[in-house]
């Protein structure tokens, strides 16, 4: 069987509690490995920088843009977010199953680039939930929120470009979920042909000399 990782591509709107899940699973399982993105945000009360981002200057994001070192980038809210290439390929080449938590444009550049990714589209059980959510964790204020709820609106058009919907309404669920959906992918036919070559040619023996 093909030991490369699965590229995994996990969306889902602002608030809907992506970074909680990766976390969990991150902790729980030892096969993952979480791309760090570059961002020009501001970086939060209690963010380290490193962990979930390189917070870095709009020049220097777009010298990375310049010298082709970012897999994909978008602008989400005034700021860019972008996913460094290099990290992300020694990983799945190391056979990790390599995590992109980013928003629904990126997650159209990789699908073209990579068809091979593995995209799931993380839900709310409802949309109020959701709403809470965002108000509940106080990290922004209320002229973002409004933004990120309105973003969400145009987000909610694309959901079904994903191979995946996963509910998000109890987290350890949520997480044996996602641990799931991905380890099933590596039996996709079309991650495994090497294999599935090498044992035709050999059934095809059986079939010499008669
Ligand atoms: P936040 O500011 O809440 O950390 O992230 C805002 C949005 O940007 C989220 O939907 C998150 O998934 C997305 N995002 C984070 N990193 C990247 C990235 O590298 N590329 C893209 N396209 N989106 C990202």
């Known amino acids: 069987m093909n030991n490369r990782g699965v590229l995994t591509v996990v969306s889902g709107f602002s608030g809907v509690g992506k970074g909680t899940l990766i976390n969990k699973l991150l902790g729980k399982y030892d096969n993952y490995a979480l791309s760090v993105s570059a961002t020009t945000r501001g970086m939060r009360p209690g963010e380290q920088e490193g962990k979930r981002y390189f917070f870095i200057s709009v020049d220097e994001f777009e010298d990375k843009i310049h ?5 994909e980038y978008a602008k989400y809210v005034d700021n860019y977010y972008g996913t460094p290439r290099k990290y992300v390929e020694e990983m799945l080449k190391n056979g990790k199953d390599v995590l992109l938590e980013i928003e629904i444009q990126g997650a159209r550049q990789v699908k073209k680039l990579m068809p091979e990714a593995l995209t799931i589209f993380v839900m709310p059980p409802s949309a109020l939930t959701l709403k809470e959510r965002l108000v509940g964790r106080n990290t922004e204020s209320s002229d973002v929120i409004r933004e990120r709820l309105k973003r969400a609106v145009v987000e909610s058009q694309g959901i079904e470009e994903y191979d995946c919907i996963l509910v998000n309404d109890d987290l350890d669920t949520s997480v044996e979920k996602l641990n799931a959906i991905i380890q099933a992918s590596h039996y996709q036919s079309f991650r495994n042909t090497s294999f599935i070559n ?13």
């Open 67 to 71: 010298q082709n070192e970012l897999l």
């Open 198 to 210: 090498k044992i035709r040619e050999d059934v095809n023996v059986f079939s010499e000399g008669e």
